[in-house]
């Protein structure tokens, strides 16, 4: 099955300043790879997606890359905020869409 | 739009009695539900995949004589936790796959259970 690993644990970072979230996966039939935010408590949110047809995609402040090639996608946020503080899960998801493989999270602390 | 409800949000029960929790896509139709368990600061873990009218799919190491799933309808899932043990408390999300936009999946707001 599929094996996604996800880093850093725990980063903290200035606020304004950018954070990168790294995650592997180890299927390469996976083709769909969104990223949650989940605040403490708190249901997990979509904050952005891609398809393997497409190696970036950005939205505002958030942006995800992707290599099909190495297997691996990243989160970067720029102009981070205090409010951008929670836990970020990557996933990964079956050729048919059956099964979500969730990284292992990061905690990102934003410090004002 | 794409909205899941979940309850309870939380419950608390005795060791041996059995608790049923109930996953609803609200403004949707999901033919497909997922159930995950979220350990303290944890990742998700999913626990089984099911399909309105057939038979949930485990995952490995997931007992499904202990966590009944039932997925009677297009907006409604499930899961019974029988005969619950103090090492069944965790936190319980669901979450639904919109037959229409196939890709994304929206989480419910979680069940917390506690088992004395």
């Known amino acids: 099955g599929e094996n996604v690993e996800q880093h850093p644990s725990t980063l903290s970072v200035q606020e304004g300043d950018s954070a990168v979230i790294k995650c592997t996966y180890s299927?390469?039939?996976?083709?769909?790879f969104p990223w949650y935010k989940q605040e403490l408590g708190k249901r997990p949110q979509l904050i952005i997606d891609?398809?393997?047809?497409?190696g970036e995609k950005k939205d505002q402040r958030i942006a995800v890359t992707l290599n099909k090639t190495a297997k691996h996608f990243s989160l970067h946020i720029t102009e981070t905020q205090p409010e951008d503080s929670a836990v970020y899960f990557c996933?990964?998801?079956?050729?048919?869409?059956?099964?979500?493989?969730f990284g292992s999270g990061t905690k990102l602390n934003v410090k004002p | 739009g794409a909205v899941v409800s979940q309850h309870p949000s939380r419950v608390i029960c005795k060791s041996g009695t059995s608790v049923k929790i109930e996953c609803r896509s609200l403004d949707f139709q999901a033919t497909t539900m997922f159930w995950y368990r979220q350990f303290p600061k944890k990742s998700l873990m999913l626990m089984a995949t099911?399909?309105?009218?057939?038979?949930?799919?485990?995952e490995q190491g997931v007992e499904k004589d202990k966590f009944l799933i039932n997925h009677a309808s297009l907006t409604l899932s499930t899961l019974t936790v029988t005969s619950a043990h103090p090492e069944d408390s965790s936190f319980y999300i669901c979450?639904?796959?919109?037959?229409?936009?196939?890709?994304?999946?929206?989480f419910g707001p979680g069940t917390r259970l506690t088992v004395l």
């Open positions: 299927d390469s039939a996976s083709n769909y």
């Open positions: 996933a990964a998801t079956s050729y048919n869409f059956n099964k979500f493989y």
């Open positions: 099911s399909n309105e009218g057939s038979k949930a799919t485990y």
């Open positions: 979450s639904a796959r919109d037959q229409i936009s196939r890709d994304e999946q929206f």
């Open positions: 891609i398809r393997s047809n497409v």
